[in-house]
């Protein structure tokens, strides 16, 4: 895909999903420890997911908070923060690998809130909370991916 069509994928979740859609504390985030894994040892799928996870987080579009924060997932977990408690990287290399760190976590089934036998529907109701936003994540999610909310996404993270 094109820089332009995920920037276009961008700006339509925003509409879609909203910036405030996430209900989770700092405390309370569904995301595991930051990883060291450098990113190139993870296979194409779980990368795919990821980027997949930034278009429905809205990271592709400037001037939202996982843009400004270098945080493609909209992780919280913690240090630097912005809006409700995201957590601010220094550049969005540091960003990805922490997305690319939690999926891999949940790859190897050792995520304490994630298992890879979950749909994409379930997992949106655990990133994003039981809030109004989970459905639209999970289908700007699946769209991005060209399939359904109901894959697993062992399917995108296990290569």
């Given amino acids: ?43 194409p799928g779980l990368i795919a997911f990821a980027q997949a996870i930034a278009t429905a987080e809205g990271f592709w579009t400037p001037g939202t908070i996982p843009n400004r924060a270098h945080n493609p997932g909209d992780l919280k977990l913690g240090g630097s923060t912005l809006g409700e408690g995201i957590t601010v990287y220094d550049d969005d290399d540091q960003g990805w690998a922490a997305l690319y760190g939690q999926l891999d976590r949940i790859a190897r089934n050792r995520s ?48």
């Avoid at 910036?19 to 993870?42: C, I, K, N, W």
């Avoid at 304490?112 to 990133?127: D, L």
Wanted: glycine letters at 8%.
């Fill in 1 to 43: 895909m094109t820089t332009l069509q995920w920037i276009l994928i961008g700006a339509g979740t925003l509409l879609a999903f909203g910036l405030t859609a996430r209900q989770v504390s700092a405390e309370e985030s569904p995301v595991d420890e930051p990883s060291t894994t450098p990113p190139a040892s993870f296979p």
């Fill in 112 to 159: 304490r809130y994630y298992e890879p036998s979950m749909t994409i529907a379930q997992m949106s109701r655990v990133w994003v909370g039981d809030a109004p936003g989970a459905a639209n994540w999970a289908r700007n999610v699946a769209d991005a991916l060209g399939v359904s909310v109901d894959v697993p996404i062992s399917n995108w993270l296990i290569g």
